[in-house]
């Protein structure tokens, strides 16, 4: 099984601020690599597969980037409604593996 | 619009048995892999089980216990849970994939049921 492994834990930000959240593979996913959103109560939300493509809609201050072990999801400019929290996700291989999430608080 | 709506969680004995249904519109079903996702409360997310190119996929913790199927006549999904567990509490999720068989990420999910497994 491939553990992906997701730090920090908890990210305390600043609106405006820039965020940076890792995600790293114990062997390599390729770019069988996305990232999700989920707001306290709701259903997560896709943002970036294959660990750079902004899925339908999503604004561009989300960005993915990395392959092989280690991703990054960079937030540019922190809204009000990006707090939440974020999971990534490998593809490469059954069984489909999520990382233990990062939360994304106000500073 | 994509919309999948779960229904048939509820509260269940250890042992027990439940079986969780997912309708689905706005899209093509039989086209797309389809496959149930938990959250155990204050938990992340964990795979479950994914029906995809005819074939159906297991975590290891449910294998021999949980059956995933789906209806395409129907565009339901269905998982049937048997030997329930305390740590099988959580929200189930059903999430549509991108494709009929590869790439088994999830773009679109339901608002999920809470299945509660308790004496």
């Known amino acids: 099984e491939i553990v992906m492994t997701q730090s920090p834990a908890t990210l305390s930000v600043s609106p405006g601020e820039r965020a940076t959240l890792s995600c790293r593979a114990s062997q390599s996913v390729g770019t069988y690599l996305v990232w999700y959103q989920q707001k306290p109560g709701q259903a997560p939300r896709l943002l970036i597969d294959?660990?750079?493509t902004r899925a339908t809609g999503i604004p561009a201050r989300f960005s993915g980037s990395g392959s092989g072990t280690e991703f990054t999801l960079t937030i540019s400019s922190l809204q009000s409604e990006d707090f939440a929290v974020y999971y990534c996700q490998q593809y490469s291989k059954w069984p489909l593996t999520f990382g233990g999430g990062t939360k994304v608080e106000i500073k | 619009e994509v919309q999948l709506l779960e229904s048939g969680g509820g509260l269940v004995q250890p042992g027990g048995s439940l079986r969780l249904y997912c309708a689905a519109s706005g899209f093509t079903f039989s086209n797309y892999a389809l496959s149930w996702v938990r959250q155990a409360p204050g938990k992340g997310l964990e795979w479950v089980s994914t029906?995809?190119?005819?074939?159906?996929y297991y975590t290891d913790s449910v294998k021999g216990r949980f059956t995933i199927s789906r209806d395409n006549s129907k565009n339901t999904l269905n998982l049937q849970m048997n030997s329930l567990r305390a740590d099988d509490t959580a929200v189930y999720y059903c999430?549509?994939?991108?494709?009929?068989?590869?790439?088994?990420?999830?773009?679109?999910w339901g608002q999920g049921t809470l299945v509660t497994v308790s004496s």
């Open positions: 999430a549509k994939g991108p494709y009929s068989s590869s790439h088994h990420f999830f773009d679109y």
């Open positions: 294959d660990a750079s």
């Open positions: 029906f995809s190119g005819g074939n159906p």
